[in-house]
């Protein structure tokens, strides 16, 4: 039940935040429940999944030397130079996989807190929001992506001010962490323009049409585009498209419900969201994460990656429409719906369900360090893998 705690803990902290929303308060709230989620993220040991794989490429990568340039892993082009940089300079100033665990936490959720007042009046339902809705994919499991996610995320602010020479370095820079982040540099020109109502229920429904149907027609396309950009990218495209882990279509779920429910809501107070300054990016950015899932429904394990940018959108639209609220009283009372949905997203997680076994127990590298032969974090990652495998295949 440990993340179930931290969900009360930050639940907590984002009601003391609706109360006490001065700028002061704010940001001794803010900095507390970010501090809680870099320890937890940056002290897990063998917790989440991938540590293994991260731990392989920290091990091979070299320390920074004459030779640096040269190495295999600083020209692999899926790896990203910028990580590989900062697994060397860990390296070279004598850290670990731990150092570089908290390191990139610390980095990606202080990016994250310092960006969300500049977007929201209530910044801590911000990271609640983070907590349940990304940081376990991203924080956990995704470092590299979660890199690039959070700058691109800090970099939203200067889209609105139209300050295109720092937004585009911050996402050239997410890119160097990982390759994906390039497909926020066209969005630059397109996620603060105002569309109708009329333009998000149609895209969003014929997509939602599409998936319902099932007619096939985004595996050609991937495809084809992967293949204009080299025979790397086509044979990664392969796998991702013949791979019984990874070519599997989104099957009807809870979540289909509520992603439609949710942007409903929002158009339903949509003249409040665009009133607000960064409103109209982040209903974009949402709405960009309904396309994604809907249209490309046939391959979950790409269009999931992607709409890992365009997600986070919610953890600023969902306190923007707390804000809607004038009374406080009110506010408290549309923060329990908003509760509810963050717990339900993560739900498998805080309930120690079989299918969270990679996450639970949650181990603390403060406390195995003294034991280093207690962690059962192989076996419980393998068994998720076998898990997952046999989810994939029913």
């Known amino acids: 039940m440990f993340y179930l705690i931290i969900f009360l803990v930050l639940s907590v902290l984002a009601c003391l935040q609706l109360h006490f929303s001065d700028q002061r308060s704010t940001r001794i709230i803010i900095a507390l429940a970010a501090l809680i989620m870099i320890a937890v993220a940056g002290l897990r040991f063998e917790t989440g999944g991938d540590w293994d794989t991260y ?146 229920v149609v895209t969003i429904g014929i997509g939602a049409m599409v998936m319902l149907i099932g007619y096939p027609w985004i595996t050609k396309v991937f495809l084809s585009v992967s293949s204009w950009l080299g025979d790397a990218y086509y044979q990664r495209a392969l796998i991702y498209t013949s791979s019984s882990r990874f070519a599997v279509e989104r099957v009807l779920s809870v979540g289909f419900v509520l992603n439609l429910l949710l942007m409903m809501v929002f158009l339903t107070v949509k003249q409040h969201v665009d009133a607000k300054r960064y409103g109209t990016i982040h209903l974009n950015m949402f709405a960009m994460s309904l396309v994604l899932y809907y249209y490309c429904y046939e391959l979950v394990e790409v269009s999931n990656r992607f709409r890992l940018f365009f997600l986070i959108g919610l953890i600023v639209l969902l306190p923007i429409y707390l804000e809607y609220f004038e009374q406080e009283l009110t506010r408290y009372v549309a923060l329990i719906p908003i509760a509810l949905y963050l717990f339900l997203f993560s739900s498998a997680i805080f309930l120690e369900k079989p299918g969270a076994i990679a996450y639970n127990p949650y181990q603390n590298y403060l406390e195995y360090r003294h034991k280093p032969g207690s962690s059962r974090g192989k076996q419980r990652l393998e068994q998720s893998h076998k898990l997952f495998e046999q989810s994939r295949k029913r």
């Open 55 to 200: 731990t392989a490429i920290f091990n091979a990568v070299p320390s920074l030397s004459r030779g640096w340039l040269t190495h295999p892993l600083i020209t692999h082009r899926h790896i990203g130079v910028a990580f590989v940089a900062l697994c060397s300079l860990v390296k070279t100033c004598g850290g670990s996989i731990q150092t570089l665990f908290f390191i990139v936490s610390a980095v990606n959720i202080s990016l994250i807190a310092l960006a969300l007042p500049k977007y929201t009046r209530y910044p801590v339902l911000g990271l609640l929001a983070y907590y349940c809705l990304l940081f376990f994919s991203l924080e956990m499991i995704y470092i590299r992506q979660a890199t690039a996610v959070a700058f691109c995320f800090f970099a939203l602010q200067y889209m609105d001010s139209k300050r295109l020479v720092p937004y585009m370095l911050l996402v050239a820079l997410a890119s160097l962490f990982h390759v994906s982040a390039i497909v926020m540099v066209p969005l630059y020109w397109i996620l603060p323009r105002r569309i109708p109502t009329w333009a998000y």
